[in-house]
C-alpha cells in the first residue's frame, strides 16, 4: 500500500518535472495523482466535533458522509469512489491537529475537507499550509480564510462574517431614521469577527453604537443582558448569537415588550432550532441575511434542488430530524467540493485542486437561493459573498431587497 | 474512587503505596525499567529523519508522555496526600500560556522556559492552596474545578489580551533539532519530552520515599494522628499543591511546544477530568499508574468516537450508539474489575501469584 502511493509520488513528481522541462500543458501528461488519489480512490479527510459542547454541528460530517455516500453509489466522481474519513475532535484545538495530522501523515488524503469551528482551523491553518495539503471550504465564516497570498493552501466557504456585519450596518443606515444601536455579541472569534464588520459598515457614524453586551458560551441565560440593551434606550438590536443564545434573546426581548428593529445573524437562520424554541410570534420581523433556501419553507417546495435534497435525505439519512439546517449547509458545501473534483479531471493533486476550487465561476450549488452564486479566483478566496435580506413572517422568510454583495473584500 | 481509598481502607492503602515495604524504598530502580526508558529513546535513531515509526507516531508518544507527567502530578496530590482536584486543567493552562507567551512576546529560548512556567505553576498552585486547603473533600473538590471553569475565561479577559491574544490563541514556531541531528522536529521534542519526564519521575519518586512524602501519606491516611505528631499538615498540603501544580504546568508547557499553539478552547474543564480519569484509572497511588493513566488518556480517550464506530460496524449492530459510548462502558468496567486503577489491580494480581506459586 505504501510503496504503491510513493510509486505514484514518483510519477507525478517526475510527470511534473517533464511537464515543467518540455513546457506541455500538465493535463497533456495524462493521469496524474498525489498522495490519497489513484485510478480507483479519492481519499478526503474530515474532522469535527461529534461530541462535546459543539456536537450539534457533528451533523454537518454525517451529512457530507452520506452525500458522498450517495455520490458512491451513482458511480462516483469521473469514476472514482469517494472515501471519506472523518474523525471527532470535539471542538478541541489540540484534538484537530492532532486528526489533521492523522488525516495527512497516516491515512494519507488528498485533503482535508469542511474542517469544522475557527479555534479549530486556526490551530491546522499553518501546518497545513506547511505541507502544502489544501483545507478546503473550512466550516466556519471568520474572514481569515481568504489569504490566497500568505495561506495558499486555505479557503473557506460561507459569506464571512465581517462581510455579512457590513451588510447590516449599511441597511441599518439607509433605512432607520435616528439609530441607537445596541448590540448582544457572544465573546469569542466569532463575535469579533461580526462586531469589527458592522464597527467598519458604519465607519464614521460609529458613535450610533449606544451599548455592547457581551456573553460568554458557557453561560446560562442572556437575560441580563438584555435587560441592559433595553435599558439602554436602542432601537436598533443587532444579535450576534449562536442559535441557544438566539433563542433566549428573541424570547427575552418579547417578553419585556422591547420592540427594535431587530437584526440576527445568519449563524442562527433556523426555524427548528431558534425561532420554533423562542416561538412564533416573538419571532416575527426579525431580520436576516439569508444565502442558502431552508428546504421546510414552502416557497422552496417545488424547486428542483430541493426536491432532490428531499430525495437524498429520505434515502440515505432516514433517521435524522430534516428541520436542522447543518444538513442542508453539508449538502450544499459538499455539491461545490464535488464540482471541484469533476474539474479536476484526472489530475488529482493538491495543486490542481487548489487551483480548480480557485476558479469557480457562477457556479450554482444546489439550496443557494436565487441569484447566488459561488465565485473564486486565485485573489478571491471567498467562495461566497451575496446574501439576500428576509424577515421572518409567519412560519417562513420573506425576501426584501436585492441580492446584496460585498465582493470587494 | 479517590475518597473511598482515604476513608476505607486508609492502613491497606499506605502499604501498597509504599510498594513492597520499606526493602524496596530503598533498593534503586529497576533495571527493566532503565532498559524500556533506553529502548524509548533510541527509537528516533530507527531510519532517521523519516524512519519507520512515523513523525505522527513521535507526536502521540510525546503526548502520552506529557499526560503521565501531567496524571503523576495529580496523582502526588490525590495519591499520596489525599485531595481531590477537578481542576489541574487550570495549571496545564497556566503551563502552557506561560511557555506560549514568553517565546512569542519575549523571543525566549523554548528550554529556558521550561523551568519558568513550573515555577510560576508552583506558586500559584502553592496560593492557591493556602486557602483552598481548608477545605476537605469534596468542597475542595468544587473549589479546583471553579478554577479550571475560570482559566479559560481569565485568558479571554480583554486587559491580558496583549499577552494573550485572547480568543485567537497564540501560535508559536516549533523547535528545530539543535546541532544539524539527522532528527525531525517531532523526533527531537519526543526525546525533549522523554528527558524530561525521566527526571520528573525519578524526582517525583525521591519525594514520595522522602521525609515529605511520608508526610504527605501520613496526612491522607490519620490526619489527626499527623497533627499529633507534629506534622504541619496546612504547610505541607499547600506545598504538595504546589508541587502537583507544578508537575501539570510542565505538562502544559511542553503540550504548547508540541503543538506550537494554545487558545482558550485548548484547556476546557474536560482537560481536568480527562487529567483526573488517567489518574484514577492508572492507579492513584501509584507512580507507574502514571504512565498507565497517561496512555489511557492519550489513546482511549482520543478514540473513543473511532472505537465506538468500528464496534458499531463490525459487530452490525442494530442501534444508533453515542460517540462516547466504549468510553464509557471501559470505565465503569476498569471501576468494577479493577477498583484500585490498573497499575494497582496487576500489582495486586501479580502479588497474588508470587503468593499462592
Redesign the interface.
Known amino acids: 500500500m505504501t510503496k504503491r502511493t510513493r510509486r505514484d509520488v514518483l510519477i507525478g513528481g517526475s510527470a511534473i518535472a517533464a511537464a515543467q522541462v518540455v513546457g506541455f500543458p500538465a493535463i497533456a501528461q495524462g493521469k496524474k495523482y498525489d498522495d490519497g488519489a489513484s485510478d480507483s480512490v479519492i481519499k478526503i479527510g474530515h474532522s469535527g466535533p461529534y461530541s462535546g459542547n459543539a456536537s450539534a454541528y457533528g451533523n454537518i460530517g454525517r451529512t457530507i458522509e452520506a452525500v458522498f455516500k450517495m455520490v458512491n453509489d451513482n458511480g462516483g466522481i469521473n469514476g472514482r469512489k469517494i472515501e471519506f474519513i472523518t474523525y471527532d475532535d470535539g471542538y478541541s484545538p489540540p484534538k484537530t491537529v492532532e486528526m489533521a495530522r492523522k488525516l495527512v501523515e497516516q491515512d494519507k488524503v488528498l485533503f482535508l475537507f469542511n474542517t469544522l469551528g475557527t479555534p479549530p482551523n486556526t490551530a491546522i491553518h499553518k501546518y497545513m499550509n506547511a505541507k502544502k495539503v489544501p483545507q478546503l471550504f473550512v466550516a466556519t465564516g471568520a474572514s481569515k480564510w481568504g489569504q490566497p497570498k500568505q495561506f495558499p493552501w486555505t479557503m473557506g466557504w460561507q459569506p464571512d462574517y465581517a462581510t455579512e456585519g457590513a451588510i447590516y450596518a449599511k441597511h441599518i443606515l439607509s433605512t432607520v431614521k435616528e439609530p441607537k444601536i445596541g448590540i448582544l455579541m457572544q465573546n469569542d472569534d466569532y463575535g469579533k469577527d461580526y462586531y469589527n464588520g458592522f464597527i467598519q459598515g458604519l465607519a464614521d457614524k460609529k458613535g450610533l453604537v449606544v451599548q455592547l453586551a457581551t456573553y460568554e458560551v458557557t453561560d446560562p441565560t442572556v437575560d441580563s443582558q438584555m435587560i441592559q440593551l433595553k435599558n439602554s434606550g436602542a432601537n436598533v438590536f443587532f444579535n450576534i448569537t449562536t442559535p441557544k443564545f438566539a433563542a433566549q434573546a428573541i424570547k427575552k426581548a418579547h417578553e419585556i415588550e422591547w420592540k427594535p428593529a431587530h437584526y440576527l445573524n445568519n449563524v442562527s437562520s433556523s426555524f427548528g432550532s431558534v425561532f420554533q424554541p423562542a416561538g412564533i410570534p416573538a419571532s416575527q420581523g426579525v431580520m436576516l441575511a439569508l444565502y442558502r433556501k431552508d428546504v421546510n419553507d414552502p416557497q422552496f417546495a417545488n424547486a428542483p434542488d430541493v426536491t432532490a435534497f428531499k430525495t437524498f435525505f429520505a434515502k440515505y439519512m432516514p433517521s435524522a430530524n430534516i428541520k436542522d439546517d447543518t444538513h442542508n449547509y453539508g449538502y450544499s458545501v459538499t455539491h461545490t467540493v464535488i464540482e471541484v473534483l469533476k474539474k479536476c479531471g484526472d489530475t488529482l493533486t493538491r495543486e490542481n485542486v487548489m487551483k480548480q476550487a480557485a476558479n469557480l465561476k457562477g457556479f450554482e450549488a444546489p439550496l443557494l437561493l436565487p441569484g447566488i452564486k459561488v465565485n473564486t479566483s486565485p485573489t478571491d478566496f471567498y467562495p461566497l459573498q451575496s446574501v439576500q435580506l428576509a424577515r421572518v413572517k409567519g412560519e417562513s422568510f420573506e425576501m426584501f431587497g436585492d441580492i446584496l454583495s460585498n465582493e470587494s473584500t | 474512587m479517590a475518597t473511598t481509598m482515604t476513608s476505607d481502607r486508609p492502613a491497606n492503602n499506605a502499604e501498597r503505596a509504599a510498594g513492597a515495604g520499606l526493602p524496596a524504598a530503598q533498593a534503586s530502580v529497576p533495571k527493566w525499567i532503565w532498559l524500556g526508558v533506553i529502548i524509548a529513546a533510541l527509537l528516533p535513531l530507527a531510519g532517521g529523519e523519516n524512519g519507520f515509526i512515523?513523525?505522527?507516531y513521535f507526536?502521540?508518544l510525546s503526548?502520552m508522555i506529557v499526560y503521565s507527567i501531567a496524571v503523576l502530578g495529580l496523582n502526588l496530590l490525590t495519591g499520596f496526600n489525599g485531595q481531590i482536584s477537578l481542576g489541574h486543567g487550570a495549571f496545564f493552562a497556566v503551563g502552557a500560556y506561560v511557555t506560549a507567551i514568553l517565546i512569542d512576546r519575549y523571543e525566549m529560548h523554548y528550554l529556558a522556559t521550561l523551568p519558568l512556567a513550573m515555577l510560576a505553576c508552583f506558586v500559584i498552585g502553592y496560593l492557591f492552596g493556602l486557602p483552598a486547603l481548608r477545605l476537605e473533600g469534596h468542597y475542595l473538590a468544587l473549589a479546583t474545578f471553579s478554577l479550571a471553569?475560570a482559566v479559560p475565561?481569565f485568558l479571554?479577559y480583554r486587559h491580558f489580551e496583549p499577552f494573550t491574544h485572547g480568543?485567537?490563541?497564540i501560535?508559536i514556531f516549533k523547535p528545530d533539532p539543535p546541532f544539524g541531528l539527522p532528527l525531525s522536529p517531532d523526533q527531537w521534542l519526543y526525546l525533549i519530552v522523554l528527558a524530561c519526564a525521566v527526571v520528573m519521575f525519578i524526582v517525583a519518586r525521591n519525594i514520595v520515599r522522602s521525609r515529605m512524602g511520608r508526610a504527605m501519606m501520613a496526612i491522607r491516611d490519620q490526619p489527626l494522628a499527623a497533627d499529633t505528631m507534629g506534622i504541619n499538615s496546612a504547610r505541607t498540603k499547600s506545598i504538595t499543591f504546589g508541587i502537583s501544580a507544578l508537575y501539570v504546568g510542565l505538562a502544559g508547557a511542553l503540550?504548547a511546544i508540541i503543538?506550537?499553539?494554545v487558545?482558550p478552547?485548548?484547556f476546557?474543564f474536560?482537560l481536568s477530568i480527562a487529567i483526573l480519569v488517567g489518574a484514577v484509572i492508572g492507579g492513584v497511588a501509584t507512580l507507574s499508574g502514571a504512565v498507565v493513566g497517561g496512555f489511557f488518556v492519550q489513546f482511549i480517550e482520543?478514540y473513543?468516537?473511532?472505537a465506538t464506530k468500528w464496534v458499531t460496524s463490525t459487530f452490525h449492530l442494530p442501534i444508533?450508539l453515542?460517540?462516547?459510548t466504549i468510553y464509557g462502558i471501559v470505565l465503569i468496567l476498569l471501576m468494577y474489575i479493577m477498583p484500585m486503577g490498573i497499575a494497582g489491580g496487576f500489582g495486586s494480581l501479580w502479588r497474588r501469584i508470587r503468593l499462592t506459586g
Open positions: 512515523s513523525n505522527f507526536l502521540q503526548l471553569i475565561q479571554k480568543v485567537q490563541g501560535n503540550h503543538f506550537e499553539f487558545s478552547d485548548s476546557r474536560e482520543k473513543a468516537d473511532a444508533h453515542e460517540p462516547w
